[in-house]
Nanobody, 128 residues
Framework: QVEVVESGGGLVQAGGSARLSCTTS????????MGWFRQTPGIEREGVAC????????HYVDSVKGRFTVARDNAKKIVTLQMDNLKPEDTARYFC?????????????????????WGKGTEVTVSS
């Protein structure tokens, strides 16, 4: 069984930075297309960023473009989400997810939740 584990996050001041990391076990990390999602209470979970298995394609939701960067290192089996210039509205529980199926290719929808494996999430709180 594939396990997805996130780390990082915490309390950050507005304008600051945070870095989330995600690893998988029990599967072939290099075969997975990866996504980062976030959710706040009462609001539908939304996609934030994605990266294809070989790192050649990334997409972002409009609200984080220019501030967040997704990257991966297949040798280390890790995907990261660097979050800069954080805003209070970025406060959420952030989830990492993986899928061996087609995802994050030509187009990207933050509403696409069709991932096979999900982590339990990590909290990011941005104070004003």
């Amino acid at each position: 069984q594939v396990e997805v584990v996130e780390s990082g996050g915490g309390l950050v001041q507005a304008g600051g930075s945070a870095r989330l990391s995600c690893t998988t076990s029990g599967g072939h990390f290099e075969d997975f297309n990866m996504g980062w999602f976030r959710q706040t209470p009462g609001i539908e979970r939304e996609g934030v960023a994605c990266i294809r298995w070989n790192g050649d394609t990334t997409h972002y939701v409009d609200s984080v473009k220019g501030r967040f960067t997704v990257a991966r290192d297949n040798a280390k089996k890790i995907v990261t989400l660097q979050m800069d210039n954080l805003k209070p509205e970025d406060t959420a529980r952030y989830f990492c997810a993986a899928t061996p199926y087609d995802y994050c290719r030509r187009s990207y929808s933050p509403h696409d939740q069709s991932m096979e494996y999900w982590g339990k999430g990590t909290e990011v709180t941005v104070s004003s």
